[in-house]
């Protein structure tokens, strides 16, 4: 299993892009054994899927984020980034990266999760 | 896209069994195959202790099983210890992700 670890700013202003990073390490994110999520967690609510890429580039979002999200791959730097348009506080959230595996199509890697606060 | 339904809290005292289900609501019935749990503590990351419906990844307890009935997925912790209240969440895969709303787990 690889290890995942989230970066980014921990306070956006309504309107504006949230804009996370995930580090991979102890595997290519280029290998196609995983597809490379984005998953949150409002305060004191359940897991809400966002959207992942695979290793050709392709995207597959929640409908209900679908026209906010672009998520993305930087292959030479083993990372993928979430970008989130338009934000308000229902936002408020710790964003996790994720891996889901290919072959048993279960989340199997976590980061340790990152806090965004959406507030003026 | 889906939705899982999970009961919101269950509870039971140490050494017994507790069940959570989780049903889905879909047109697509079929694609309801690839179900994993997750262990959630406050704090942490989560866990997968179920995936594909019954199978353990290597080093979780053979306490926690999986079964599915038709809609229904079910997680049964057998011999409960006090480190297992934590947050449960089933998750099913059909090309896209989903969710159930989650069971908080209270050891008595």
């Known amino acids: 299993q690889v290890q995942l670890q989230e970066s980014g700013p921990g306070l956006v202003k309504p309107s504006q892009t949230l804009s996370l990073t995930c580090t991979v390490s102890g595997g290519s994110i280029s290998s196609g054994r995983y597809y490379w999520n984005w998953i949150r967690q409002h305060p004191g609510k359940g897991l809400e899927w966002i959207g992942y890429?695979?290793?050709?580039?392709?995207?597959y979002y929640n409908p209900s984020l679908k026209s906010r999200i672009t998520v993305s791959v930087d292959t030479s730097v083993n990372q993928f980034s979430l970008k989130l348009s338009s934000v308000t506080a229902a936002d408020t959230a710790v964003y996790y990266c994720?891996?889901?595996?290919?072959?048993?199509?279960?989340?199997?890697?976590w980061g340790q999760g990152t806090l965004v606060t959406v507030s003026s | 896209q889906s939705a899982l339904t999970q009961p919101a809290s269950v509870s039971g005292s140490p050494g017994q069994s507790i069940t959570i289900s989780c049903t889905e609501t879909t047109s697509d019935v079929g694609s309801y195959n690839l179900v994993s749990w997750y262990q959630h503590h406050p704090g942490k990351a989560p866990k997968l202790i179920i995936f594909e419906v019954n199978k353990r990844p290597s080093g979780v307890s053979s306490r926690f099983s999986g079964y599915k009935s038709g809609d229904t997925a079910s997680l049964t912790i057998s011999g409960l210890q006090a480190e297992d209240e934590a947050d449960y969440y089933c998750c099913s895969f059909a090309v896209s992700v989903v969710f159930g709303g989650g069971t908080k787990l209270t050891v008595l």
């Open positions: 994720a891996t889901l595996s290919r072959r048993s199509f279960a989340v199997d890697s």
């Open positions: 890429i695979d290793n050709s580039g392709r995207t």
